[in-house]
């Protein structure tokens, strides 16, 4: 009878604890994610960005378990340590390479368990290397290549794609809207580095997961979430930033603030930039200076001499970010989180089109500049972790934004100055379930919803008196885009050393307008195309005894926008775009083989091997309008140019990362990517970089870091230059046939900080140390000369 009542009392305890959440972290609390745990030989769970574990203990019997971590020493611990909402401390190691990534779709894994392959950039490295703005911050791994159009811009480019055809997700939420253009964006510029807890850069299609645009790939933002204090006490905590670099005579001063007690938590975050006129260097070709700029005198415009040619005049601007972040813990497995996120730019001088110049060698704009870039983005997550028979964890995200941005151009001597103006209001909602199933197993799924509704107006100033008339808008105003989708995604490791993982995803993409004829005789007045779209992607994961094989094939669309089909505009001078509402769908199919593998024991290679072929591609060409192939646009007799489908266009390339672990404080770093393109057109695509790269040598120890680096560039000739590129032939330099080419460049640059009080920490950087003058591909401004950068940091 005893020996029943205490089986009984056994398994009424052991029931109540077989739903069991813990928290891993490290020796000053924070939370750890991505540490695995096993029961023997079976892999149990692993940790979510707050370092969270669901474990359902109720069908194991081992009571030895045990808790990994590429960056932590192993920790066995027995199941009496597993009482729901316990905390678990992990100690630090030191050599170790597999970074953790977070993914906001409801799955946290190692790097080395994931077929595509993912970068992180953590906040560590953001802190340590002080990037001005997210473009820059996109470059710190040398994988993605940035193009700038004036110093308040930075397109990235990922495998040959850009723009509307890679995706920008900040908290989860799209960033991409229904004008996302071909040519380059900067909408990238608006979230604030100093708010970024980290990035994560996915290679290759996306669509599975994300929908439409994410053809070459994903750039997920996460900002800093606030933590909850370990008690009912209030806590608080703030620090001020400084920094000033020399080329653009920036001046930065970033201060945040953060409060919480044990349910609730608050950050507060406000920056202020100020860039000045960008100085290139003084070693390169003289086409990259700028010899002169138009000044307007009030009445006329004025040509004036640049006495410093290495000053690019007319190139800087300022910017101010403000975030803020609320968190609430409704329960012990319910948390809710919402955020306001605001960013505005001053007027940013168009720079390359300021420099352009017409067939008598004069300057063609007296104006050419973007009005104050603004983004507000309010939005709200709803997590929940209590695992269930269909969810272990469920990840809602509502989200409200609006965009604004605008173009304001005249020619040289025109009074007249062109202002068009655009909106986009933009809903959001998604929801993302996760669920660990029996035999090794997981399953993600979810659906999401996206909604844009545009603005658009233009109007002609005349700059004197102040007088204005109607003209050409960019966009149909009041026109619609929407996206809906389900997907799904499994994942199952079916022996000790292969995984598979496969998925799809459905999605429905709405376009709709009317066209405004006031201005031009449309053959048609108004679109509404809705386009279907099933995509997925498997993933075969191969273990080895020191590294890893993924073989990977996955499809990805793109569904055209208002700014592909309908929009009107000069790309340059002598050349205008005009709507095509029949412009289809691209399709994406990609084939991709990733390589992991230990060398040496402190040595580590990683390679992707990919190619990716781009179906019923969207492009520019030259058309047609009401029967005519050029027409008065602007009072300039221009070449009609529209958004078409060709039959095919396809990236290819290799991207290949080193990693030395000399000793625990030296690394060296190197990276470098290979691409190349082809066409049924037999033309370069537009957006296929040069061969890039970059090297490193970090030194860490104790409070203390220094790096040696240095960025590289392969030559391009003139023969790989895409068409849009030949079209704006001033802004490369000449080959010894006098054809516009972009030569090879590299950079060496320093870096330190010093940590000199836990209260106080000083960085100082020295950027292109050699001088050099050069200009990044496709990019309209020519980069920083030799740069000093200060910065220094205070905690209060």
Aim: glycine share 6%; proline share 3%; net charge positive.
């Amino acid at each position: 009878m005893i020996k029943r009542f205490t089986k009984a009392i056994v398994l009424l305890l052991f029931a109540i604890c077989s739903q069991a959440q813990i928290q891993v972290v490290n020796k000053n609390l924070t939370p750890i994610a991505g540490v695995q745990l096993f029961n023997g030989s079976t892999f149990l769970a692993i940790s979510d960005d707050q370092g969270y574990l669901n474990v359902d203990t109720s069908s194991i019997l081992e009571y030895t378990w045990t808790l990994t971590h590429s960056g932590f020493y192993t920790r066995n611990i027995t199941r009496a340590t597993l009482v729901n909402g316990s905390t678990i401390i992990l100690t630090r190691s030191t050599n170790y390479f597999d970074p953790v990534v977070i993914s906001r779709k409801g799955r946290s894994s190692l790097y080395k368990d994931l077929s595509t392959p993912i970068d992180l950039i953590s906040k560590t490295k953001i802190s340590l290397y002080q990037p001005q703005t997210a473009a820059d911050l996109l470059n710190l791994e040398n994988k993605v290549y940035v193009q700038k159009s004036q110093q308040g811009g930075g397109s990235p480019m990922i495998r040959g794609f850009a723009t509307n055809r890679i995706l920008l997700v900040v908290d989860g939420v799209r960033m991409n809207t229904a004008i996302f253009r071909e040519g380059n964006v900067q909408n990238v510029i608006a979230i604030d580095p100093f708010t970024i807890g980290s990035t994560e850069v996915i290679f290759g299609p996306a669509s599975q997961f994300y929908g439409s645009d994410a053809i070459g790939g994903v750039l997920s933002f996460e900002t800093i979430n606030p933590a909850y204090a370990n008690s009912d006490t209030l806590e608080t905590s703030g620090n001020v930033s400084l920094r000033y670099s020399s080329a653009s005579n920036e001046q930065t001063v970033h201060t945040d603030f953060s409060f919480s007690k044990r349910k609730f938590a608050s950050f507060s975050s406000i920056t202020f930039n100020n860039f000045g006129d960008l100085k290139t260097g003084k070693n390169g070709p003289d086409v990259y200076t700028r010899r002169d700029y138009v000044v307007y005198t009030g009445s006329n415009d004025s040509i004036i001499s640049n006495s410093d040619k290495n000053l690019q005049v007319l190139s800087g601007y300022k910017q101010f970010n403000f975030l803020q972040k609320f968190r609430f813990k409704l329960t012990d497995n319910i948390d809710l989180s919402t955020g306001i996120h605001y960013s505005v730019t001053s007027d940013i001088p168009r720079y390359d089109r300021l420099i352009e110049r017409g067939s008598k060698d004069t300057l063609l704009k007296g104006d050419w500049y973007y009005g104050p870039q603004k983004w507000f983005m309010n939005n709200y997550i709803l997590s929940i972790r209590k695992p269930a028979k269909i969810y272990d964890s469920i990840l809602v995200t509502a989200a409200f934004q609006h965009f604004e941005e605008s173009r304001n151009d005249r020619n040289l001597y025109d009074t007249k100055l062109r202002q068009r103006v655009e909106t986009v209001h933009a809903y959001s909602l998604s929801g993302d379930f996760y669920k660990e199933l029996k035999n090794k197993a997981s399953l993600n799924y979810g659906l999401d919803y996206v909604f844009n509704r545009v603005g658009s107006s233009g109007i002609k100033l005349d700059i004197n008196d102040g007088t204005s008339s109607p003209t050409s808008t960019r966009y149909p105003d009041g026109s619609a885009w929407s996206s809906a989708g389900v997907y799904t995604n499994f994942m199952q490791r079916l022996r000790k050393w292969y995984t598979l993982e496969f998925g799809f995803r459905y999605n429905v993409v709405n376009t709709n307008g009317t066209l405004d004829t006031t201005f031009f005789a449309y053959p048609v007045q108004s679109f509404n195309n809705t386009n279907e779209a099933l995509t997925g992607s498997i993933g075969h994961i191969f273990k080895l005894k020191k590294g890893s094989i993924s073989l990977v094939t996955s499809t990805a669309f793109r569904s055209p926008n208002i700014d592909d089909i309908a929009k009107v505009f000069d790309r340059n001078t002598g050349f205008v775009t005009v709507p095509n509402p029949d412009l289809a769908p691209e399709y994406a199919y990609n084939a991709e083989v990733n390589f992991n593998y230990l060398l040496l024991p402190k040595l580590k290679i990683s390679t992707s091997i990919f190619y990716t072929y781009l179906d019923n591609a969207i492009s520019i060409a030259n058309s047609k309008f009401n029967g005519k192939d050029s027409i008065l646009y602007e009072n300039v007799k221009s070449q009609v140019q529209t958004l078409t489908n060709q039959d095919y266009a396809s990236v290819y390339g290799s991207q290949i990362t080193l990693k030395y672990l000399l000793n625990e404080q030296l690394t060296i770093n190197s990276s470098y990517t290979l691409l190349q393109s082809t066409s049924s057109n037999n033309e370069p695509i537009k957006h296929i970089t040069p061969n890039f790269g970059g090297s490193s040598i970090e030194y860490k120890k104790d409070n203390w870091f220094a790096s040696i680096y240095s960025v590289y560039n392969q030559e391009f000739k003139n023969k790989q230059l895409a068409a849009s590129e030949l079209g704006s032939a001033y802004l490369y330099a000449k080959d010894e046939n006098g054809l516009p080419y972009s030569p090879a460049w590299f950079t060496l640059n320093a870096r330190s900080s010093v940590t000199l009080s836990d209260k106080f920490t000083l960085n100082l950087g020295i950027e292109n140390i050699l001088d050099k003058r050069y200009r990044p591909y496709g990019s309209g401004i020519s980069a920083a000369g030799r740069n000093i950068i200060f910065g220094c940091k205070a905690i209060f």
